[in-house]
């Protein structure tokens, strides 16, 4: 079993990451949601889940922003008081690259497997949430590899360390490790998770976070 992960963006900037059960990884950096599924379609992987740096559902409402998004500011404010919407940026903020990718290889994920788990993933928020330096590649891919237990392995740039991690948040959520599922509590102006056309998708997140309705 493996398990895939993805950090959208534009050419030469969308990384993709396979994790393998038995902690090895590969990486690559593509340029598009139809690169990374041929990158997964020539691995010969069979994946359970897959974990996307992208928000996977929108919301209607001001800024596009998600209760999610702003249970995960008020997290990461409490960890660093500088943080204030730094890290975790309303939808409407974020580069179209990012936003059309993301949802694309989310809708070509289902059509290539329709059973797959899929969950939203946000790696730089949970660097921070583990209190790791996300501007130091390679020093915090030791860390996340120690701290999952992942065997030896490089991923070469900030892309394809980002996609990893997503592809451990898919493990771990698949594995009910997080049992947290940040789709499920939202505003009205949202859209339903579950009834997305590549839906259903989850946004499992380690218990460190804080129950959503804590939100002051």
Known sequence: MAWFGAD?????????????????????????????????????????????????????????????????????????????????QPANSL???????????????????????????H????????????????ASLESVRGRFGLADGVAPSEHERDALIAAIAAREGAKRRWKRDLSRERFRSEQDPDRVSWGPVSYWWPEELNNVNEIG
């Not at 050419?11 to 950096?29: I, P, Q």
């Not at 580069?95 to 969950?119: D, F, N, S």
């Not at 928020?125 to 209190?131: Q, R």
Request: charged share 25%; net charge negative.
């Open 8 to 88: 959208p963006g534009g050419a030469n900037a969308f990384g993709v990451a396979l994790l393998d059960g038995d902690g090895s990884f590969e990486s690559a950096v593509v340029s598009c949601a139809d690169e990374a599924i041929e990158c997964l379609r020539k691995s010969g992987a069979r994946i359970e889940a897959t974990g996307v740096d992208a928000p996977l559902w929108w919301s209607s409402g001001e800024s596009g922003d998600r209760l999610a998004d702003q249970a995960i500011r008020k997290k990461l404010h409490s960890v660093d008081a500088k943080d204030v919407g730094g890290t975790v």
């Open 95 to 121: 580069r179209g690259a990012a936003l059309v990718q993301g949802v694309m290889l989310a809708a070509l994920l289902r059509q290539r497997c329709p059973e797959v788990l899929i969950t939203e993933c």
């Open 123 to 138: 790696p730089k928020a949970l660097l921070k949430l583990w209190g790791i330096d996300a501007k130091e590649v390679q």
